[in-house]
């Protein structure tokens, strides 16, 4: 904690010239009213989550004291690190990032840091030795969201004997929405004996990939598999379609619960194809935005912002689906 406050302070000598009390007006050269650049590497466009979320980013900092670099890694560590250097080449006042995966960041982080820019992680969280290498990381508890998933799925099996056999379709191999939630669903899975995990694969967080492992499921599980807990609701959507060209009732004859809660997930529940959702919301432009501006102008930011987010069921579905944002 000592640490980073210094390491705040630190910054905030740093920022002190490029201080913006919100850039509108006085637009002068230098100085007061310069627009924050920011260097933004978004991971990809892998499901409905994060396409929300790229809307609500470059919404967040199209306004006036802003000017964003976006760069899109189509789910590649090597072009999030090019993208990253050419942000430092760049001389951008923050770099913002989702990292795709969790290890593997060091070097370009170290980077980052000796040329003086402060480092704001949004969404994924990476798994680094020193943590004054970013300011800040915005995003949700993905722990709690697998915890979440497991106790709906004990909930909904109340009157159910067991064994009940699980297949997991797990996220992007190596990132943290997919580490944390396949840790968060055991722990609690464990504590109720009936339950076995029988398979656990990647499907990538998309459709197409969420379709195929499904697919592989069943050949290899026949007609034995009770529950499908998928990672995000995009690889739900997928395997939706493998159950009912299997000939089984998505919903019914496997009970389907998933992470994310886009409109995608609550039209699957209305239709009765899928259980259960975990909300994860990916609106975190404004708040991106704010804190961009606290970094930029030395204020001290906390170094973990989690995000609020509940469960939502079949059952609600409907009534809920016109509210929903993304
Ligand atoms: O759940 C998934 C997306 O990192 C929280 O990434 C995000 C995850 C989200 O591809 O749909």
Redesign the pocket.
Known sequence: MRKFVFGMLALGAMALAGCSGGGEGSGGEGGEGKPITVGFSQ?GA??E??TANTRSVKEALAAPEFRLRFSDAQQKQENQIKAIRSFIAQRVDVIAF?PVVESGWETVLREAKAAGIPVVLT??AVDVSDDSLYVTLIG?DFVEEGRRAARWLIEDSKDKEGPIRVVELQ?TVG?A?ANDRMRGFKEVIATDPRFQIVRSQSGD?TRAKGKEVMEAFLKAEGGRIDVLFA??D?MAIGAIQAIEEAGLKPGQDIRIVS??GVRGAFEAMKAGKLNATVE?NPLLGPQLAQLIRDVHAGRQVPKRVVVEEGVYTMDQAAAELPNRKY
Do not use: A, K, L, Q
């Open positions: 991971v892998e499901s989550w994060r989702s969404d994924r949700s996220g990132s929405p967080f990672h995000n995009d992470i994310d994860c």
